[in-house]
């Protein structure tokens, strides 16, 4: 186990430094999916697998997803090619089959975790749902502002459709054929 | 020996976070400056977790999921702000915000 922390470590400083140093977005966001599986390798040899299977689904899962529909959304052909050259794989996958190999050589053998007793999803629970049950409903709190916030912040504000209907309007008054086309446009920009 | 490698999770921890916060104060462009923000803050959960374990306690784990659920709304906030930053700057450098306008 003493192996697999160290391994997993190493992959994990070296992704990160990858994520730090690409050029290019996608990339880097990629790389950060991998520091994550590192990072949740190292939890696992800790003696946490509810976390690591936390960081898995949570972070590599969802808020990864996240920058991912951001760089789509944002549409940055322009800025930069969303072209991956042929060699851009090679880093990635040796760095994933190192974690892969460390997986199933976690699996399959009898390992003791680092601290000598691994600390269980009910034992979590129990804290979680006990002493700390005043964090869990402030964390569901902060969630549901988090989202609120990010549907306001994001989302067009009315001075913005005041001027695009009056853009419309004026387009519509001018006869300019791309009038009836324009309302999908703005529905994609947004 | 175990003690050892407990004390290394924690540098692992202190590592991480120091590569997230060169490339924060490095990079320009808005979402690799997120993206090194949930490097730190994944570090701290690390060190978090390191703690925990090394007392064999569920509160390093509990105060993990804390973090977790921080480091969402993080991102979710964040985010929206790129594309409105990215809307009306039309760029995406943070160098570019640099004007106090409204």
Not at chain 1, 115 to 129: C, F, I, K
Not at chain 2, 85 to 98: E, G, H, M, P, T
Request: proline letters at 3%; hydrophobic letters at 60%.
């Amino acid at each position: 186990m003493t192996a697999l922390f160290y391994i997993a470590a190493v992959v994990a400083v070296l992704s990160t430094l990858m994520v730090v140093t690409r050029r290019h977005l996608v990339h880097a966001l990629l790389y950060l999916v991998i520091s994550l599986f590192a990072v949740a390798v190292v939890f696992y040899t800790l003696g946490a697998p509810f976390v690591a299977a936390l960081e898995v689904i949570v972070y590599a899962g969802a808020i990864m997803m996240l920058f991912l529909f951001a760089v789509m959304l944002l549409n940055l052909q322009a800025d930069s090619p969303l072209r991956v050259p042929r060699t851009a794989w090679v880093g990635p996958a040796i760095l994933v089959a190192i974690l892969l190999a460390e997986m199933i050589y976690g699996l399959t053998m009898e390992t003791q975790p680092l601290a000598g007793a691994e600390v269980g999803p009910q034992a979590v629970s129990e804290a979680l749902y006990g002493p700390y049950v005043l964090g869990v409903e402030l964390a569901s709190m902060l969630l549901l502002a988090a989202l609120i916030g990010a549907r306001h912040v994001a989302a067009r504000t009315s001075d913005e459709e005041d001027a695009a209907a009056s853009m419309e309007r004026g387009r519509a008054a001018a006869g300019t054929p791309s009038s009836a086309q324009s309302p999908a446009a703005e529905e994609g920009d947004a | 020996m175990a003690a050892v490698s407990l004390d290394h999770a924690l540098v692992l921890a202190a590592i991480l976070f120091a590569i997230g916060f060169a490339g924060l104060l490095t990079r320009r462009n808005l979402i690799v400056v997120l993206a090194c923000i949930e490097i730190m803050l994944n570090a701290a959960g690390l060190a978090f977790v390191a703690a925990g374990a090394r007392w064999g306690q569920a509160d390093g784990q509990v105060m993990f999921l804390f973090v977790l659920a921080m480091a969402a709304a993080e991102v979710a906030v964040g985010l929206a702000i790129a594309i409105r930053f990215r809307q009306s700057v039309k760029s995406l450098d943070i160098d570019d915000a640099d004007k106090m306008r409204g």
